[in-house]
């Protein structure tokens, strides 16, 4: 090869070695670190930035709920309770609502920007006093931060027959 080749791979090579790296805690350098990546606050935040939701850990997992709503707004679910999760939302921030089934819960965006945020429940409180579930949108957080949380694909609402009187949300079913 060409001294000029040679000098260009060089230089090509250089800049990507240039480019950001991995955080500390994303180095292979044992389960220990990941462990501790696990019990680091994280924030959701909307597109543009107005809405942020913060949560005091990685969720336990991922759910990528297939029920007609979810599958359209392409969310990815942690959850937390609602006692431990914080906002923190800029002057002049707008939240938009959906309410839709069977209205337990409203699916919550940013009126600025249009990302979904996060599912927020009507009743806060569990029958048994326990704080009740919310989704927090982890397609808003830092895809490195949450690159080893497994991922759960609920797959039964896909085959789920439309118009079934039965069904607990028969007027949910997709009508394709």
């Given at each position: 090869?060409s001294?000029?080749?040679?000098?260009?791979?060089?230089?090509?090579?250089?800049?990507?070695?240039?480019k950001?790296?991995?955080?500390?805690?994303?180095?292979?350098?044992?389960?220990?670190?990941?462990?501790?990546m696990?019990?680091?606050?994280l924030?959701?935040?909307?597109?543009?930035?107005?809405?942020?939701?913060?949560?005091?850990?990685?969720?336990?997992e991922?759910?990528?709920?297939?029920?007609?709503?979810?599958?359209?707004?392409?969310?990815?679910?942690?959850?937390?309770?609602?006692?431990?999760?914080?906002?923190?939302?800029?002057?002049?921030a707008?939240?938009s609502?959906?309410?839709?089934?069977?209205?337990?819960?409203?699916?919550?965006f940013?009126e600025n920007?249009?990302?979904?945020?996060?599912?927020?429940?009507?009743e806060?409180k569990?029958?048994?006093?326990?704080?009740?579930?919310?989704?927090?949108?982890?397609?808003?957080?830092?895809?490195?931060?949450?690159?080893h949380?497994?991922?759960?694909?609920?797959?039964?609402?896909?085959?789920?027959?439309?118009n079934n009187k039965?069904?607990?949300?028969a007027?949910?079913?997709?009508?394709?």
């Open positions: 090869a001294k000029a080749s040679r000098s260009r791979s060089k230089l090509v090579s250089s800049s990507i070695n240039k950001k790296s991995l955080p500390f805690h994303f180095t292979l350098l044992g389960p220990a670190l990941l462990i501790k696990a019990d680091k606050p924030k959701s935040a909307c597109h543009c930035g107005a809405i942020t939701v913060i949560v005091p850990r990685q969720p336990e991922i759910n990528e709920c297939q029920c007609t709503i979810c599958r359209r707004y392409a969310a990815a679910w942690g959850y937390y309770k609602v006692d431990e999760v914080k906002f923190d939302m800029k002057e002049g707008k939240v609502k959906y309410v839709w089934g069977d209205k337990e819960k409203s699916f919550d940013c920007c249009g990302c979904v945020c996060y599912w927020w429940p009507f806060l569990n029958p048994d006093g326990t704080a009740a579930d919310c989704g927090v949108n982890t397609r808003n957080m830092d895809p490195l931060e949450i690159y949380v497994n991922r759960k694909i609920e797959r039964a609402w896909v085959f789920a027959p439309i039965d069904m607990a949300h007027e949910d079913q997709a009508k394709y």
